[in-house]
């Protein structure tokens, strides 16, 4: 018993730090431990993911950003719904699962902080769709509402 208990141990801990185990098996990225599709270099469970959930609300206009660009990469509709504010917030929405979003690049943010009734958050979202990369540049709005931030709508700097 004792003996078979250590032998399990050991496998554990070889097939743990066995060098190229990552790449053998990679984690999915809608994976909680997987990497979050936003870039921050956090598993998704413990970045954009516990905001998918509703197990938390985004404290930052730039944490809600990340996790809306999550939720595209993700085909999450009603995440997105859920974050928009309803006097901009489209009926439906239909996500293309032929765009694959493929980085997130946060340029400039103002405003947002827990003394700020809005903010702003500008980044570059890269895509690759029908086999060519494009890139997406926006100065998204945001408002708190209810208490926690949505998205109003945003515009397309040169
Ligand atoms: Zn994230």
């Known amino acids: 018993m004792a003996r078979r208990t250590s032998r399990t141990a050991r496998t554990r801990t070889s097939a743990r730090s066995a060098p190229g185990t990552a790449a ?3 984690t999915p990225p809608t ?12 598993p998704y469970g ?4 516990r905001f998918h959930t509703g197990a938390a609300a985004a404290p930052t206009p730039e944490l809600l950003m990340r996790s809306r660009y999550s939720a595209f990469a993700l085909l999450d509709a ?4 859920r974050t928009w504010a309803p ?3 489209p009926a439906r929405l239909d996500l293309d699962p032929g765009t694959r979003w493929t980085g997130l690049e946060i ?3 103002t405003g947002g902080s827990a003394f700020h009734p809005a903010g702003t958050v500008t980044f570059r979202a890269r895509f690759r769709e029908g086999g060519r990369d ?10 708190r509402y209810g208490g926690a931030w949505v998205y109003v ?3 397309f700097p040169e």
């Open 134 to 143: 494009g890139e997406l540049l926006e100065r998204s709005r945001f408002e």
């Open 24 to 26: 053998l098996t990679p």
């Open 87 to 89: 006097a901009t917030r």
């Open 107 to 109: 340029l400039e943010t």
């Open 153 to 155: 709508d945003g515009t």
């Open 46 to 49: 413990a970045c954009c993911g």
């Open 31 to 42: 994976a909680p431990a997987g990497p979050c599709p936003c870039g921050r270099g956090e």
């Open 78 to 81: 009603p995440y997105l719904l």
